[in-house]
């Protein structure tokens, strides 16, 4: 969960698709308004559904045997595991389950959405054993293709390539997604579709969801034309259309790169690595899948305190996997208190949460952010990994812009009661 009350979660019973909590990729791909770091978290779920260390059958929320689940999903042709980003726990859930699926199957090839699909050539050369760590995470343009820490994320990189299994990037670059949502996949010139075919149309329940994020949390205001602004979007609004294609493309591109290995070996089983909001209840992904022919999917989600009990059925996912939550994706980050907006280079407020940390230091919708703990800001997940290395009793100093004037602010956070 992002620390600034700008990381989502909507499992809440008007919207119940739990999966926005990394809705289509990650904070590395965000852009103007990209609804996943604009929804307001305020911790009160119900998830005590779900134990530590017990898989579960959502369609009767019983506990299952993990051992037989993976058993019969290694005999899937694709297997998709959800995650949040950077928690720890789960990537380390991710790291066991590879590690079983390739005792089973050892036929195996593992597919990343940390990357676009331009850097597959760095991913050869770092499972042939050609690049170190530096190298790779340089080469790959970690940081600005994901830019969460790469500490989480190493260890299955080196499970690859320790056994020489092959990695793909499914990915496309965040200046495609981008585009899409300004100009409309149609006006996407064919060499600039980075090899992506036309995604198969979203289902009625994935474009209520969408819709209801784009209403709610603002999103389609700073693209939308001046006759937009001022009337609340719907599901034939422009804006909306164009925003909906560039959720829709993420999807596309991750399943069409799936199907496509998958149909080069009849034998390969598949496992894609990604964020939840594109594997939960059998939208993203899954569908885009399912509209290319394959089925044969198997769907496990690592749990978070973003989800919610009454959000889960049988659409959910196959298999619930709760996770420990120790150590630091256990603790209570700092929470800012702000939605926040990107846009060519600039990240500003377009909401401030009723009594937060940012309200009560002074900050104003509309402020940009210039400088936060004397660092450069110039995309979220910037400010949003300073907030949250801030520890709890201190004080964050940032430089803002607003208007003409720039302000220096202090953010204080409250010491954790014990």
Not at 228 to 254: I, V
Not at 394 to 416: N, S
Request: charged share 25%; hydrophobic share 40%; with cysteine.
């Amino acid at each position: 969960m992002h620390g600034l009350w700008a990381g989502p979660s909507l499992w809440t019973s008007i919207t119940r698709a739990a999966f926005i909590t990394m809705l289509i990729g990650a904070a590395a791909y965000t852009h103007a308004a990209d609804p996943h770091q604009a929804i307001d978290h305020s911790g009160n779920t119900d998830n005590s559904c779900v134990a530590p260390n017990n898989w579960y059958d959502p369609s009767e929320m019983r506990v299952i045997d993990s051992n037989k689940f993976l058993r019969n999903a290694a005999k899937s042709r694709v297997v998709l595991l959800g995650e949040h980003h950077a928690q720890g726990d789960h990537q380390r859930w991710e790291l066991h389950t590879l590690v079983a699926l390739h005792a089973l199957n050892p036929n195996m090839a593992i597919g990343f959405e940390m990357f676009p699909r331009k850097v597959q050539p760095v991913l050869d050369r770092w499972i042939a054993g050609e690049l170190s760590e530096a190298e790779f995470l340089e080469q790959s343009d970690w940081q600005k293709y994901w830019n969460f820490d790469a500490k989480y994320y190493m260890p299955l990189f080196h499970f690859a390539r320790m056994n020489r299994i092959p990695i793909h990037a499914l990915n496309v670059s965040r200046e495609l997604v981008k585009m899409v949502r300004k100009e409309g996949w149609q006006n996407i010139a064919e060499k600039d579709r980075e090899g992506v075919t036309d995604p198969a149309p979203p289902g009625e329940g994935y474009k209520k969801l969408l819709i209801s994020i784009y209403q709610q949390h603002g999103a389609h205001k700073p693209a939308a034309k001046k006759d937009e602004k001022d009337k609340k979007p719907d599901l034939e609004s422009p804006g909306f259309k164009r925003f909906l294609q560039g959720q829709t493309l993420w999807d596309a591109a991750m399943a069409q790169m799936v199907h496509h290995e998958t149909q080069k070996d009849p034998s390969l089983l598949f496992v894609g690595v990604m964020g939840s909001g594109h594997v939960v209840n059998g939208y993203g992904i899954p569908g885009q899948l399912k509209s290319l022919g394959q089925k044969d999917v198997t769907t496990m989600i690592a749990w978070h305190d973003d989800f919610s009990c009454e959000g889960v059925d049988e659409t959910f996912a196959d298999a619930i996997v709760g996770m420990t939550m120790k150590g630091e994706a256990a603790q209570q980050k700092p929470k800012l208190g702000v939605y926040l907006e990107e846009d060519d280079g600039k990240v500003s407020i377009a909401k401030l949460v009723e009594g937060s940390v940012a309200e009560k230091s002074g900050l104003q919708k509309g402020d940009i952010f210039v400088m936060a703990a004397g660092k450069k800001i110039t995309r979220m997940i910037q400010l949003i990994n300073i907030v949250q290395r801030t520890h709890h009793g201190t004080w964050l100093p940032l430089l803002i812009k607003r208007g003409d004037e720039e302000l220096e602010i202090v953010a204080k956070f409250k010491a954790l009661e014990d």
